[in-house]
Every structure is written in C-alpha cells, then in structure tokens.
C-alpha cells in the first residue's frame, strides 16, 4: 500500500533512526519540515539547542500553514512530543488530510553507532532517554488515530510502496492494552519493597509482557494470604513503577469506587497517564468486601447503591478525563467544570470488573471493557458482554473483553506437578491443577491464544506461587498469546 498523497506524515525515531534520510528519499525539500534544518535557520546551526524554542515556533507556523492548504507535510522531529503530534493530527484531520505515523524501527546498537559517528554526536544519555521515549510512543499511536508506517532498517527507502503496520490482532481495540498483563497481588514482607517492585518490572518488560495490574485492597484478600501480609496503595505504588518503566501499561485490577470519589480516581489515572506517555488503564468495580471497609472507617452501601456509585463513578471520569474545562450535564452526573489537568495522553480504558449482569450492562454502556474469571463461566459472561455492547449500540470491537487468569506455570510436565504439590494445601491434586490451568508456559500460551478466538483481548495473570523475577520471565512465551510481540521483537 502507497502512503498517501496529500498527507500528513509525522516520523518518529531517535537520533540515528534514519528519519531525515528516508524522508529525503522520498519528499521534496520543501515537504520536509525539520527542527534540525530549522535550528540552523534561526540559530547558528542545526545542533544549537539554545534555538530550539525559536525553531520549534516556527515548525509550528510552517505545518500549520501547508496543512492549511492541504499540501503533503512531512514533519521531521524525534515524534515524541504527545501534544505536538495531537495538534498536528487535529490539524490535518481539519482538512480532510490523512495523517501518519512512520516509524523508524532501527535497532538501538545501530542509532548509536551511526550517532557515535557524527561530528556532534548527541550524548549517550539523552539517546537512551530517546529510545525510551520513541519506544513508549509507538505504543500509542494507533490509538492515538494515526495510520502507522513502520519501516526497518534493511528497507529499500526508494521503494514505491510500503506496508502499514497491521494490528497483529484481527480485534481493533482503541489503545494498547491487549495481550498478557502481570497481575502483583503478593508481595515480600521483609524486602525492600520498591527494589522488588523495579526488579519485577523489568522482568516483565523483558519478558515482552502487555502490562502491570496491581490489587486495590486495603487489607490482604484471603484468597492470596493473610491479612498482615503485606498490600501497597496501588496508586502510589504505580506512581514508582511509572519511573522505571517504558513500555507496560500500569493501572489498578480493581478499584472500588467506595475507596475514593471517582473525581479524585480520575485526577490519579489521568496524572499516571501523564507521567507515563499513556500508559494507563483504570480497573474498576463495585467492591465486595465488607471486612476492609469496616476496618478503615469506610462506608459500604447495599449493593444496589454501589453499583449506582458505579456508574456514577464511570460517567465522572471520562467527563473529566474529555477536552476543555466546560461544565458538564450528563445523565447522571452534573459538574460545574471539568477543569483537570494534566490531561492524560490519550485515552484511558475503564475496565469494568465482576460478573453480574448488572455490572455486565454497566460495562457495556460506560466502561471500554470488562473483567471476568477465565473458567467456563467467565468465558460465558465475555459472550453475554459482547451482545450487551452491541445492543447498547456500541462497536464490539471497539471494547476489551479481558480475564483474570490465575494459572500454575511449570518448567515442565514433573515441574508442574512438584509445583501443584507445594501449593494445593488440602485441595486434590486434580482439582487444583484443573482449577489453576496447570502446565508449562508454552500450554498456557496455547490456551491463551485460544481465549482470543472468543474475543477476549487482554489476559490478566496472576500466577501461581510468583515469587521472583525468574518466574516472570517464564511468562515470555505467553506474551504473543494475543499477537503481541514478545521480547526482543
């Protein structure tokens, strides 16, 4: 497929990528608009920073204006600057202009030899920082509404056609999280928590794994442990994760809108969004457990009224997360002004958690997904929400159908079953090892990928006995159970 022509073409790549070259394969000069070129322009060369604020007001004034008379613009930046791109975008759409993204995938080693090499070579600190940077954006894109180019490193730049990026899932859902989510509900009572925190976050990056989820319990469900062990704030603890992170998505699996009035949800998410380029997603349901509210002097309704509270609370926060600071009137909720900032990039999905059928219909009708067990009856439910979706007129591609799943993952057939041994207490062998899916990672991925058949976009795991790093890593081969691509990909 040709790119098109008239466009809107946006790169995106570190230093080295070979942005600038590709486009001089294929543009005119004037099409071309470069912060580079531009710094040399309004400063003493392409290189002088102190200009960047200069150069960068008037790449402003050029795109706007070949936007503006709908001429093919190719703007020539790291593509990294979520607003920029977002104004850009707004822009050419204004027109009738299509508007893609190119992404320059050319591998670390290769943008900093070829930066190493340059007279004014950019400082090894500030490329990582790029690489993160435009790593983190790809993620975004799409759901940000841009056509996505990607071109590698070996591609012919005087080639006529280049392929788009496809979503490597037949499902279009609107932003990144799909594939297979880490799910931290068990934590060390006597490390260093934050250590732990950074160390089983990497694990999960490298692993090639969608996300991070954490738990919103004030005390220690008794389905995982007891009620001293330990349990973060999940917001501050994904304030910390948002640090040493580049590509997970991070958010809560679930928050009960009891906890917190959902404006002041909202206002966390939406700074988390910020923090992290957009990587965020909220988890929300209606809480369940008395015990907790009770013990820290919060209410708890009848069920009836939190799942009001529910949708009241969905309904807040997409009001507050929209464009602009107007008031808001909606079906139930009134606000005198929805001043929130920051904004978050991009949108941020609620996943609806719990399988009633009014929770079902919630989700259905506010949430951008739902959250269900992995069981038969779970996998029943997903079915149920999807017809729901369409009949609230919605697209049922459009939403996440997500799980949680708690799955036993061995080594092999005889690691699995010691694995069951420590971990069933009384339960039969059997019964826990079909409870818990037992079996080797490769296993898991196939039954997985299974789920994805029935529309099921996002898995959150929650293993079984996850203790390390080490048994995060063994979830690699569940990272391309729903298309996403694993480690080093």
């Known amino acids: ?29 004037a099409e071309v608009v470069s912060s580079d070129a531009l710094r040399a322009v309004v400063g003493s060369g392409e290189h002088d920073l102190d200009a960047s604020a200069d150069a960068f007001a008037l790449l402003e004034q050029v795109v706007a204006a070949r936007l503006g008379r709908r001429l093919t613009t190719v703007v020539d930046t790291l593509g990294t600057d979520a607003g920029r791109r977002r104004t850009w975008r707004d822009a050419a759409r204004a027109v009738g202009l299509p508007a893609v993204a190119v992404v320059l995938d050319t591998p670390a080693s290769v943008c900093r030899s070829r930066n190493a090499a340059r007279d004014r070579p950019v400082p090894a600190r500030v490329l990582t920082s790029q690489l993160a940077s435009v790593s983190a954006t790809v993620d975004l894109l799409e759901a940000e509404g841009w056509q996505v180019v990607r071109v590698g490193p070996d591609d012919d730049p005087n080639e006529s056609d280049v392929e788009p990026a496809r979503a490597s899932t037949p499902r279009a ?20 928590l934050l250590t732990w925190l950074r ?9 090639g794994l969608a996300g991070l989820a954490l738990m919103d319990h004030l005390i220690q469900i008794p389905q995982v442990g007891r009620p001293w062990d330990p349990i973060p704030e999940p917001w501050v603890t994904l304030g910390a994760l948002a640090a040493c992170t580049t590509r997970l998505q991070l958010g809560t699996l679930v928050t009960p809108v009891t906890f917190r009035a959902p404006g002041i949800t909202a206002k966390a998410a939406a700074t988390l969004s910020a923090l992290t ?16 509210h009770a013990a820290y002097g919060v209410g708890f309704p009848s069920a009836r009224e939190r799942l009001d509270a529910l949708e009241l ?58 959250n269900v067990p992995s069981d038969e009856v779970g996998l029943a439910k997903v079915v149920r929400y999807l017809a729901l979706v369409g009949q609230a ?14 799955p036993l993952v061995g080594r092999d057939r005889d690691d699995v079953w010691a694995r069951v041994e420590r971990h069933r207490g009384r339960t039969a062998a059997a019964t826990f090892a079909a409870r818990h899916h037992a079996g080797t990672a490769a296993e898991h991925a196939t039954r997985l990928s299974g789920l994805a058949d029935l529309g099921v976009t996002t898995a959150f795991v929650a293993p079984v006995g996850l203790d390390g790093p080490d048994d995060v890593l063994a979830l690699a081969p569940l990272a391309t159970a729903f298309g996403r691509p694993g480690p080093g990909h």
């Open 277 to 292: 380029g957009g990587r965020t997603f909220v988890g929300v349901g209606a809480g369940w457990w008395e015990r907790e």
């Open 313 to 370: 609370g969905i309904e807040t926060m997409k009001a507050l997360w929209a464009p602009g600071t107007k008031p808001y009137a909606g079906q139930r909720v009134s606000l005198p002004e929805t001043t929130s900032y920051p904004r978050p990039v991009g949108e941020i999905p609620v996943i609806v958690g719990g399988g009633g059928d009014r929770t079902l219909r919630i989700a259905a009708r506010l949430g951008d997904g739902c």
């Open 393 to 406: 007129g919605r697209d049922p591609a459009s939403v996440h159908p997500t799980v949680l799943d708690l």
């Open 199 to 207: 160390v089983m976050a990497a694990a999960a990056e490298e692993a």
């Open 1 to 29: 497929m040709s790119l098109p022509d008239p466009a809107l073409v946006v790169l995106v790549g570190a230093s080295g990528s070979g942005k600038s070259t590709w486009a001089a394969s294929r543009y005119r000069d």
């Open 173 to 192: 859902t609107p932003s990144g999280l799909r594939g297979v989510v880490l799910q931290l509900s068990r934590f060390p009572a006597d490390a260093d």
